[in-house]
């Protein structure tokens, strides 16, 4: 389980590069766009070997490139190359020679199982012009623990390997129902989900900021209630929560009273309001609850 996940931003923009970070976990992965790749050789870790996601599109469907590396920049710049050839538009990386439980055997596996999995789902179509190999000899356990933290890592980043396929433009409508957001204020960091139903879902493992002098005593009461709950604890949420209002969900995240959602941040770049206002697929129920 997740106890806290922050999110950086490489270039001061959220169409730039992202950085996560995990505090369980000694994985620092990457979402990195394709314009930027040659700019991302300096990146701790990138040096050394793991596992990558390339996602994009193939005709009308969602596309995918797996690839299990040695020295993950090492091979990055080629796929720049290969983009005539397949679509991508972003990549997933995650470094993983902090693990000292996984070797070249171990990631071969890793790719094996996501490349089997997202096969026998059919969810996208797959670039890759080979089958990863599987490896008897290698570290189950370990293979297991690290499939399932990058696979709730690129859920938390909207990529779910293993829903059905879709055309590349229903996808993208999906993504826009399910749009992804940041809290970056003082302390606090906190990623947010905008549902198709209009709820909010705050990604377990987000930080809140402590209280101060200003905060109101409802905002401490419910955080109170939530810690007693097992909701929160040393002020990072160890589950997803589900909030109906926008603001009584930031206002608990940076412990003052908000009275607008400003604060909350599109990885597109986009401030709440001016993404529900060019979001066409977002209805004006929406606008309203907000």
């Known amino acids: ?7 950086e931003m490489l270039d001061g923009s959220s169409q730039g590069r992202l950085k996560l970070a995990f505090t369980d976990w000694p994985v620092t992965p990457y979402k990195l766009p394709y314009e930027m790749i040659n700019e991302c050789q300096d990146l701790p870790g ?3 070997p793991g596992l990558y996601f390339l996602f994009g599109r193939d005709g009308v469907y969602s596309g995918l490139y797996l690839g299990a590396a040695r020295y993950i920049y090492s091979e990055l710049p080629d796929h720049v190359m290969e983009n005539t050839v397949f679509a991508w538009d972003q990549a997933v990386v995650f470094p993983l020679g902090g693990l000292s439980d996984l070797g070249q055997m171990e990631l071969q596996n890793l790719a094996f199982y996501f490349y089997s999995g997202v096969k026998a789902a059919g969810s996208y179509v797959l670039w890759n012009d080979f089958v990863p190999r599987y490896d008897n000899a290698a570290d189950l356990r370990a293979v297991g623990l690290t499939y399932g933290k ?9 990529f779910d390997l293993f829903q059905a396929r879709q055309k590349y433009e229903d996808w993208a409508e999906q993504r826009v129902k399910s749009e992804l957001f940041y809290i970056g204020c003082g302390e606090a960091s906190a990623l947010c989900r905008l549902n198709a139903d209009c709820s909010f879902t705050l990604v377990m493992g987000s930080r809140l900021a402590p209280l101060t002098d200003d905060s109101s005593e ?3 009461a419910l955080r109170k209630k939530m810690q007693k709950a097992g909701k929160l604890k040393d002020l990072a949420t160890t589950r997803d929560l589900t909030f109906r209002d926008a603001l009584a969900m930031l206002s608990l995240i940076v412990g003052t009273e908000c009275q607008e959602c400003d604060q909350l941040l599109s990885l597109s770049g986009l401030t709440l309001s001016e993404y529900l206002a060019g979001a066409q697929a977002v209805s004006k129920k929406v606008v309203q609850v907000v």
Do not use: C
């Open 46 to 48: 990138i040096d050394g």
């Open 218 to 220: 409802r905002i401490a």
């Open 150 to 158: 990058i696979k709730e890592t690129l859920e938390l980043l909207g």
């Open 1 to 7: 389980m997740t106890e806290s996940v922050m999110l």
